[in-house]
């Protein structure tokens, strides 16, 4: 089945700077990449999506980019302010499995003020 | 919330027993799924369900049962066989192909 790896598993950065979060997949297959907010104790919520016929995504302070010869995605986050302190998960779905979502372990994002 | 509703919030039991944990989807969504979450870990999935009366197991299915009755509903049974149950449980649902929409959870402690 398909495993997902994310780096680093926490991140600190001074508010205004960049987060890049990178994750790597095993299925060539896959097609489908999505990124999840978690703020403790909520729900995962989608923030941005990818498919694999797609390179770059970009949706106002958040981008995702798709290298998939490499079979690795990252999230970058620009200007961070105190609201992005979170923890994000990477996931990857496809192959021969349109419903099954493999998630990363998480990364624990901390905007420092 | 947001179209899926996991209750309760908070469960508690005894070693021993059984327990079910109820999640109801009003977004006419085909699948559904069952995520684990530990402290430091990622999602880990246990069951899903692509359709009515069918559902595959996961990574972690052992120690767990669901079943699929009717499109809107999706109940987890965490039974005595599970060795470790205390989690947080996470229910989901999706159109093929699309994003994972998540339940506020149900934090499960067993004593």
């Known amino acids: 089945g398909e495993n997902v790896e994310q780096h680093p598993s926490t991140l600190s950065v001074q508010e205004g700077d960049s987060a890049v979060i990178k994750c790597t997949y095993s299925?060539?297959?896959?097609?489908?990449f999505p990124w999840y907010k978690q703020e403790l104790g909520k729900r995962p919520q989608l923030i941005i999506d990818i498919r694999s016929n797609v390179g770059e995504k970009k949706d106002q302070r958040i981008a995702v980019t798709l290298n998939k010869t490499a079979k690795h995605f990252s999230l970058h986050i620009t200007e961070t302010q105190p609201e992005d302190s979170a923890v994000y998960f990477c996931?990857?779905?496809?192959?021969?499995?349109?419903?099954?979502?493999?998630f990363g372990a998480g990364t624990t994002v901390t905007v420092r003020a | 919330d947001g179209g899926i509703t996991q209750s309760p919030k908070y469960l508690f039991r005894k070693e021993g027993q059984n327990v079910t944990l109820s999640c109801e989807q009003n977004l006419n969504h085909d699948a559904m799924y069952w995520y684990r979450q530990d402290p430091g870990q990622g999602l880990r999935l246990i069951y899903y369900s692509q359709i009515v009366n069918d559902f595959q197991k996961g990574d972690i299915a052992e120690g767990y049962s669901v079943s699929r009755e009717k499109k809107e509903s999706f109940p987890l049974t965490v039974t005595s066989a599970q060795k470790n149950p205390t989690a947080f449980y996470l229910c989901?649902?999706?159109?093929?192909?699309?994003?994972?929409?998540f339940g506020n959870g149900t934090r499960l402690t067993v004593t």
């Open positions: 996931a990857a779905r496809g192959g021969s499995n349109d419903y099954k979502l493999s």
């Open positions: 989901a649902s999706s159109v093929y192909s699309g994003p994972l929409h």
């Open positions: 299925d060539s297959a896959s097609n489908y």
